[in-house]
């Protein structure tokens, strides 16, 4: 018997310490919380405060990865996956959720006339961008993949889902998806009572409530081609920013510089653009719009906000004559800090 005592102490002293593992933390209301987690390929930041932070953030990550199993085209079991698989032979049902998605996508699509367009999948690939295996393609792989792209080849019913004219599109919410997924863990954080919270996916950020020190929170823009400098700073009182460009995904051949972000009418990476970045009420808005102005170029761009957007502003940093130079142009509206003068 004796020689079970210690077991026994040691099963003991072990459920306690799970017990203290498992008990919520005591938290003070004004405390800042912040978890980061890898999620759709890249780091999230999830900080708020409120009464019940811990297990807001847990239900926010929840609904992230969620909408990472629903859209991700990295996931052969998506559901968007699987309509990329079955669309040109038949009608595929998609959620609610999905569909509505896809109808504001091709929202964007109708209204930047085809700058934004979520069928760019083909083109994607064929400039190696999605399994960053970077290359210049031949002209004819570069064809071949256009005339599979076009939002115009894609029929959506309400009662029937979603359909393909073309085999071998491909869709890809990579423009739009993350500035969602930002929005509906927002949703969730104020659903469980936060005070002000933030969610950030790199590229995509949305806020809501005041900052950690004053009643704006400041977003640094990241510099284009200096790693670890920022352009300047946007004060944010709520709403979204987000930033496209190619300094992330891309490659140089030739002194040129292939980035991501691909113009649907020639099928080419857009050159000339560093990068873009828009204020929006909301983070999808902000997403989708920094995009559809990375391949519209600053005055198609401007006309976009001004006729469609009112509410969303934008800062371009355009490449400058000579080599390694660059100019900013920004929308009427667009408040910030610059830090990095033009050069
Ligand atoms: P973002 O970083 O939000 O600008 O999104 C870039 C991603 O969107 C790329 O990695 C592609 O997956 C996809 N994409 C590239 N070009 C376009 C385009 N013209 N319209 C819509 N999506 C695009
Ligand atoms: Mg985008």
Redesign the pocket.
């Known amino acids: 018997m004796s020689a079970r005592r210690p077991v026994t102490h040691r099963a003991a002293t072990l459920g306690i310490a799970l017990l203290l593992l498992g008990a919520p933390v005591a938290r003070a209301a004004d405390e800042w919380v912040t978890q980061a987690r890898y999620v759709m390929g890249t780091v999230w930041t999830v900080e708020t405060r409120g009464p019940r932070s811990d297990e807001a953030i847990e239900g926010a990550f929840t609904e992230i990865r969620r909408l990472d199993a629903l859209l991700s085209t990295y996931r052969p079991e998506s559901e968007l996956s699987r309509v990329n698989r079955s669309a040109a032979k038949g009608w595929v049902p998609v959620s609610s959720e999905t569909y509505a998605l896809l109808e504001r996508s091709f929202g964007y699509s109708k209204e930047s006339e085809g ?4 069928t ?1 999948g083909t083109l ?1 690939r064929a400039w190696g ?1 999605k399994y960053l295996d970077y290359h210049m393609p031949a002209p004819s792989v570069v064809e071949a993949a256009r005339a599979k792209v076009g939002f115009r080849k894609v029929r959506l019913d309400p009662q029937k889902g979603v359909r393909f004219d073309v085999p071998g599109l491909e869709l ?1 919410l ?2 739009i998806a ?1 500035g969602y997924a930002v929005d509906r863990a927002l949703d969730h954080l104020k659903r469980m009572g936060a005070v002000s919270a933030r969610v950030d996916a790199g ?1 995509n950020q949305g806020v809501w409530g005041t900052g950690p020190t004053r009643a704006e929170w400041m977003f640094g823009i990241k510099h284009p081609r200096e790693d670890g400098e920022i352009l300047g700073a946007v004060p944010l009182a709520a709403g979204a920013v ?1 930033t ?1 460009g190619d300094a992330e ?1 891309g490659f140089w051949h030739e002194g040129v510089r292939y980035g ?5 009418h020639s099928g080419r990476p857009v050159s000339g653009m560093l990068s873009v970045t828009v204020v929006s009420p909301t983070a999808e808005e902000a ?1 989708a719009l ?2 559809a102005l ?2 519209l170029g600053v005055e198609k761009g401007k006309r976009l906000l001004r006729d469609r957007h009112p509410g969303s502003h934008a800062l371009f940093v355009q490449a400058g004559k000579t080599p390694g130079t660059f100019t900013y142009a920004t929308s009427d509206g667009f408040r910030w800090h610059p830090q990095f003068p033009e050069r």
């Open positions: 700058a934004f367009d979520p760019v994607i961008f890809d990579g423009a993350k590229g987000s496209s995904r991501h972000i691909v113009d649907p997403d920094s995009t990375y391949v």
